[in-house]
């Protein structure tokens, strides 16, 4: 058996989007609700490979978001992230997940992994680099009651 330079690649890229967290960043009645994705909150450090896919990945998030990127932004990705906001929305705040959110979600983050490689497959090390260089968190919104 023998293995192959980009054998890597997919695990990598599949533990970064596995470790995103999405939440939406608007009030909760609003008319069109946004959504941001971030690093989840990591009971350990990940390793430096790995949080670079999972910067790159909030990255491709926002490529997906505003319908286009350094890749060909499809329907399929779009749409899956469109039913992950929905679900996302629909959920009372302070509540756990649905069971729906959680089915989206994995939809979207196969999406998010496929537009991942697609971006880096030419260069993986360097291209994921070079991403999760470009990664600006998301900003806190204060809230005010």
Known sequence: MTTHTRDQWKTVIERGVAALDFRIDSPPQAVKPTMVSQPAP????????IFNAVAAAAVVDTWVAG??????????AILARQ??????????PGSSQSPFSTGYAASYRLE?????????????????????????????RTKLV
């Not at 990591?42 to 490979?49: C, G, Y």
């Open 42 to 49: 990591q009971k350990r450090a990940l390793p430096v490979l």
């Open 67 to 76: 319908g286009e990127g350094e890749v060909l932004i499809d329907r399929p």
């Open 83 to 92: 039913k992950l906001v929905n679900a996302k929305a629909a959920e009372p």
């Open 112 to 140: 998010l992994a496929r537009l991942l490689w697609l971006a880096i497959i030419d260069a993986p090390a360097e291209r994921l680099e070079t991403l999760a260089a470009s990664y600006a968190p998301p900003e806190q």
